[in-house]
């Protein structure tokens, strides 16, 4: 494990009392042993995180739009075109789905051959990102963890959860990997499509899971983030097969949904996963994804969180029966997003970069946008040592 990962992510058992109390979950008792977790990504004025100024100033346009890409790929080996690419371009992260997985011994080669290419010519490497669930969600099988976070939401134990999420995490960060986003944090009742995917609808429980499982996530020095901002437990369907509306009330999200995200900003989580969901109380036609309202005015400014937003599957049903990725990749940057995620290899992440490319060269995503969106992308780089 890389040294610098244990220093940023180092000892944070204060901050998770002053936490506990905050949120009346002081019964959580997590303070035997080491309690780690992400360390936040620090406030700054401009939005740029100050320890990457000086490095995103020497990137050119180009490269600051491949820093706020996360691409899926296809292939199980350095053979795979993506190898290529990341000896040409400085991406900014490579998403590893199921299909790049044999076992765990292969995709440690894989990931590490990946990390190899991106590090050659002394440029900026890859993060590497996985979104591995529990139980049948698992993208990994070989993988734990072996239960579902229903079943850990059931079981009410938060020291289970924190000791789930630890397992996970080290067997994460043993084959290479630096975020996963995950857990899943919507608050699902029976019947909602995440129900088997979620630690619950009791917006307390869910919470002190979260905070245990961030935890867990952190004693394994890995950075976890909690999705699907701002909750998508209500949703009408799965958004990963089309279109799907959350008709809540802003008092409701605000008072329920929102709990286990704020509890997971509050611990340290470097990240957070937005959903492409529409929320009737803040725009009815427009994935959360790309809502300024969401984004910038209920992720950033109520909020103040200062971490990465990283979409949703930008290939996903819900974007694409809207529309081409390439539109909605641009409307999620200039609505504050952070990192794109684009599980589809092909010409579809081609389309997409020329899309951003063409809307950063005419203004259409204002220069500073786009620089405090790669500029929180380097960061997370930085506190997993990679710069």
Request: proline share 7%; with cysteine; aromatic share 4%.
């Amino acid at each position: 494990m890389r040294a610098s990962r244990r220093r940023i992510l180092g000892r944070r058992a204060v901050a998770v009392v002053v936490v506990a109390a905050a949120t009346g979950l002081i019964a959580l008792a997590l303070s035997d042993g080491d309690v780690s977790a992400p360390a936040p990504v620090p406030v700054t004025t401009s939005g740029v995180p100050r320890p990457v100024r000086g490095l995103l100033r020497g990137l050119s346009l180009e490269q600051k739009v491949d820093q706020v890409l996360a691409l899926g790929f296809s292939g199980t080996d350095s053979s795979s075109p993506i190898a290529a690419e990341l000896a040409a371009r400085q991406i900014g992260a490579i998403f590893i789905g199921p299909e790049n997985w044999v076992d765990a011994s292969q995709g440690a080669a894989l990931i590490a051959e990946l990390r190899a290419a991106g590090h050659s010519g002394g440029r900026v490497p890859p993060l590497i990102l996985s979104a591995q669930e529990g139980g049948r969600g698992r993208a990994f099988p070989d993988l734990p963890p072996a239960r579902s976070e229903a079943v850990i939401g059931e079981l009410g134990d938060p020291q289970l959860a924190r000791r789930w999420a630890r397992q996970t995490g080290d067997a994460l960060a043993a084959a290479g990997v630096d975020l996963n986003l995950a857990p899943i944090v919507d608050l699902a009742p029976l019947g909602s499509p995440l129900a088997e995917r979620t630690f619950g609808e009791d917006p307390q429980q869910s919470a002190s899971m979260t905070l245990a499982a961030e935890i867990g996530c952190g004693e394994a020095h890995i950075a976890c983030a909690p999705a699907h901002f701002p909750g998508i437990g209500a949703a009408s369907a799965d958004t990963d097969l089309g279109p799907a509306t959350v008709g809540l009330d802003r008092a409701t999200l605000l008072r329920r949904d929102l709990s286990p995200f704020t509890v997971a900003f509050q611990v340290g989580a470097p990240a957070v996963v937005l959903s492409h969901a529409f929320f009737a109380a803040y725009d009815a036609v427009t994935p959360a994804s790309q809502t300024p309202s969401i984004v910038s005015g209920l992720l950033r400014r109520r909020l103040g969180f200062e971490g990465a937003a990283i979409t949703d599957d930008l290939s996903a049903g819900a974007i694409t029966a809207l529309g081409p990725v390439r539109d909605a990749a641009v409307a999620s940057i200039r609505a504050g997003a952070d990192l794109l995620l684009i599980e589809r290899p092909g010409e579809v992440q081609r389309l997409t970069r020329d899309a951003l490319l063409r809307a950063a060269r005419d203004g259409t995503i204002p220069a500073a946008r786009l620089d405090e969106a790669a500029g929180r992308v380097l960061e997370l780089k930085r506190q997993f040592g990679l710069l």
